[in-house]
């Protein structure tokens, strides 16, 4: 299966109001990072690598936990119980695919944080 088949069968529509929500953090988003352009606090690949990453964040976010589906899962205070799920489970392939789009969020996360790093 390629990614667009994956992408149109696992991510869920977003709503018109869902949409709306993330267009103005966008917009807002934009608006800090260009005064912050301008006033030399951040450069313009700095600025456009926040957006990007913001917008990624938006889509695994909306895929993953924004536009779940409620279901009769029970869940409990239990360390890294999705994985357990996923290996004694029965309902393995969903979960599978949310915790690897959330480990693909996380390492995004931390390659930024060391570059910032390695800025400063």
Known sequence: MDIYQIIITYSKAWTKEETVCF???????SGILAISVYKHKILKQ???AILLLAIYLGIVLGSTVLTRESSIRSYKLMP???????LFGNDARELLIENL???SCYYQWAHYYLLFLEKN
């Open 23 to 29: 267009g103005i953090i966008l917009i807002f988003l």
């Open 46 to 48: 700095q600025a456009v």
């Open 101 to 103: 789009l959330k480990l």
């Open 80 to 86: 890294l119980w999705s994985w357990k799920e996923i």
